[in-house]
């Protein structure tokens, strides 16, 4: 089993459409969980960390399962400008007292006029 | 408002000739970190640093070597490319060890393409 998975897509939705993904881990003992957000050909940036309590942003609402092992990105009302692909990244305690840092492989949305 | 900044952007080598990658960055972050990513997989971490002087590897090493010997720069090193090395290369730092308790947020410079002939 891969230590994050996600589902790579695409998943090509209307504009205004609310869509979801998901992201699952192997590891109990990781720490602390991120989505990054990575334009065609661009770098990856920083879209939000993920909470135990959930967190929001705008239209954008992670969610942290711990029980499950998984965390979750909702986007509402998607726009043409969210069209990217979506990095899950899971922190592990590592060997020398470093964090492990995973990336998925990133689920790729398309948000269709 | 630099960031940080990766030369070159592309690269053609032929197999066996060597390289530098350079990364550079001007927020006086501790930690550094070379990614390669590839398709159908996760970005994945080739060699990191914490510090001026220090350096370690990450998951994938082989066939790299980097040094840290100003705390603004971290260089990537191919001593005789393969062709299993063509991919895209991210240049990433951070204040804190990422995610040691607290939410460090990882920065990337642009990436730069090598393609291995």
């Known amino acids: 089993r891969k230590e994050v998975e996600q589902d790579p897509g695409p998943f090509n939705v209307p504009e205004g459409a609310t869509v979801a993904f998901n992201c699952t881990y192997s590891?109990?003992?990781?720490?602390?969980f991120f989505w990054y957000r990575q334009d065609c050909r661009k770098e990856p940036k920083l879209l939000m960390s993920?909470?135990?309590s959930g967190n929001e942003d705008g239209r954008f609402t992670a969610q942290l399962n711990r029980a499950s092992q998984y965390i979750s990105l909702l986007i509402r009302d998607s726009k043409l400008s969210d069209s990217a692909t979506y990095l899950c990244?899971?922190?592990?305690?590592?060997?020398?007292?470093?964090?492990?840092?995973?990336f998925g492989i990133g689920t790729k949305l398309q948000v269709i006029p | 408002n630099a960031g940080v900044t990766q030369t070159p952007k592309f690269r053609v080598l032929k197999t066996g000739q060597s390289m530098t990658l350079l990364c550079a960055q001007d927020?006086?972050?501790?930690?550094m970190y070379w990614y390669r990513q590839d398709p159908g997989m996760g970005l994945r971490l080739i060699h990191y640093?914490?510090?001026?002087?220090t350096t370690a590897k990450g998951e994938v090493p082989d066939g790299y070597n980097v040094s840290r010997l100003k705390k603004q720069n971290f260089l990537l090193g191919l001593e005789s490319a393969a062709p299993s090395q063509t991919s895209v290369y991210f240049c990433?730092?951070?204040?804190?060890?990422?995610?040691?308790w607290g939410t460090g947020e990882l920065f990337f410079g642009e990436g730069s393409r090598l393609t291995v002939l």
């Open positions: 927020m006086n972050h501790e930690y």
């Open positions: 990244v899971v922190d592990t305690p590592g060997s020398g007292g470093y964090q492990k840092v995973t």
């Open positions: 990433a730092s951070s204040y804190t060890d990422r995610g040691a």
């Open positions: 590891n109990s003992a990781s720490q602390s």
């Open positions: 640093s914490v510090g001026e002087g």
């Open positions: 993920v909470y135990s």
